[in-house]
């Protein structure tokens, strides 16, 4: 893919929750290379349109295109950090290290390479966010700061362009 060809499209889109439109025939383009952010009020669908790029949600009409032929399901190219986590984060029996693979191993196979290559990229990960000092620690045990740079990783885990 060259730096002026499309990587996302976005044709039409629209959804709503229930009977209420949050996003009504949005259509953009998102080119190789592109810086972008989203700004809007609150309630104004920002998250919404995330949800729906990165495959959580399902557009009610329109489409969204991912121009990638090696990983055509657009949500294993975004590398994505959520505003805030559920206060249930704080019993969750993980370690740093598990919460930033689990990103990565369930597309080992398929898109990813071999356990090595896995390894390899956590290990990346935890050292381009300074959190492999906590790897064995229990998430629940951070700092709010501590966790934003563990899920900052495990966004970059999987390579996101």
């Avoid at 949500?75 to 990565?104: M, N």
């Avoid at 597309?107 to 966010?129: E, P, Q, Y």
């Amino acid at each position: 893919m060259h730096l002026n060809e499309p990587c996302i499209s976005v044709n039409n889109l629209s959804f709503r929750y229930d009977h209420e439109w949050v996003l009504k025939d949005i259509s953009f383009e998102i080119r190789r290379g592109d810086y972008v952010g989203i700004i809007g009020p609150n309630g104004g669908g920002k998250t919404t349109l995330l949800k729906l790029l990165l495959g959580i949600l399902k557009p009610t009409r329109g489409e969204i295109i991912c121009h990638c032929a090696h990983a055509p399901a657009l949500h294993h190219r975004i590398g994505y950090v959520p505003q805030r986590l559920s206060e249930d984060i704080k019993s969750f029996p993980a370690t740093v290290r598990e919460v930033i693979a689990a990103s990565r191993e369930h597309w080992t196979n398929r898109w990813f390479g071999n356990a090595a290559s896995v390894r390899s990229a956590i290990h990346s990960a935890m050292k381009l966010t300074d959190v492999g000092q906590y790897q064995d620690k229990r998430i629940g045990e951070l700092s709010g700061g501590q966790l934003q740079r563990v899920l900052i990783a495990r966004a970059l885990v999987g390579h996101p362009e």
